[in-house]
């Protein structure tokens, strides 16, 4: 359970890290805390899960990214694990997760593929299915993004 | 837009080890060779440019007790503004893309409780008209890479 500090930690470091030689020290500050308590108390959030990562998030699409493919996959359900670890190791995908099918939705697993053209996209994918055996897929090509913002909790 | 080897390798490293020590900037810094005030002047400006959407903490949603689910809809052309304007007026849509597909917008939408988020998917139903939506929550995470290597 998260304790009512945990939730302040995590509203500070959502809003972002202070740009100051001694950031943690600021945000122990607002909250009440020596600096030493709260570098310990986040080091014990990342460990438990809690804080995925502490650091910046970048947009790729200006970093010459310029291409991302949703690759979705009908993969046997008794071979998801098996098949789901495989495109994992990718390093092209960023992405992996399992997702239930639906009557007009035969997929039961998603990637993300990043690359710098479409071809290159369809090229992995191509790759990946030959390494992991599965031939039921489709690209998804974004075209638009039509918003893309970090979740604020406890707001 | 215009990033020189120190910004690429500056960053490379933010994304990855931001240090959770009581000087970070100062010791990244000290892995590349330049000071603290360049470190901070060059994510400063690597922000103010956009490079850089936000420097903190990136959050497991699901560990702390939030719900959240991919979407996708079949929305006429003609609609498009219209629907995403009902979609994304909800703070937790977080990503919403239009994809080449009969299933042309995709969305995530998280939400404090199973029951907010299915109040969501109702509300975004009625107010568009659009009965179908693929509701499409992850059932096993395999992989989640954030950073890119540059």
Not at chain 2, 103 to 111: G, S
Not at chain 2, 112 to 130: H, N, Q, W
């Amino acid at each position: 359970m998260l304790s009512d500090q945990d939730r302040r930690i995590i509203k500070e470091l959502q809003n972002g890290l202070p740009l100051a030689s001694r950031p943690y020290q600021i945000i122990g500050f607002r909250l009440k805390m020596s600096e030493e308590e709260l570098i310990n108390r986040v080091s014990h959030l990342i460990k438990n899960g809690v804080i995925r990562r502490l650091g910046a998030a970048v947009r790729h699409q200006d970093l010459g990214f310029k291409a991302n493919a949703m690759v979705v996959w009908d993969v046997p359900d008794d071979k998801i694990c098996e098949v789901g670890g495989n495109m994992a190791g990718f390093r092209e995908v960023t992405h992996c997760y399992q997702r239930p099918r639906q009557a007009n939705w035969p997929y039961n697993l998603f990637t993300m593929v990043h690359g710098h053209s479409r071809g290159e996209c369809a090229r992995i994918a191509e790759k990946i299915a030959q390494a992991v055996g599965m031939n039921k897929y489709d690209l998804l090509f974004s075209t638009a993004e039509l918003k893309k913002i970090s979740m604020r909790y406890f707001e | 837009m215009k990033t020189d080897q120190i910004d690429r390798k500056l960053l490379n490293l933010i994304q990855t080890d931001f240090p959770l020590s009581p000087e970070p900037y100062r010791e990244i810094g000290e892995a590349l060779g330049i000071s603290e005030e360049e470190v901070l002047s060059r994510i400063r400006s690597m922000i103010s440019n956009g490079l850089i959407r936000r420097l903190g903490g990136i959050f497991d949603s699901k560990m702390l007790g939030y719900h959240s689910t991919l979407c996708a809809m079949q929305v006429d052309q003609r609609r498009i503004d219209e629907v995403a304007a009902v979609v994304n007026s909800y703070p937790g849509v977080t990503h919403n893309y239009l994809r080449e597909h009969e299933y042309n917008m995709w969305f995530t939408a998280t939400a404090p409780s199973k029951e907010e988020l299915d109040e969501f998917i109702a509300r975004v139903k009625r107010d568009t008209g659009i009965n179908e939506i693929l509701v499409l929550p992850a059932q096993k995470l395999f992989k989640i890479r954030v950073n890119f290597d540059l």
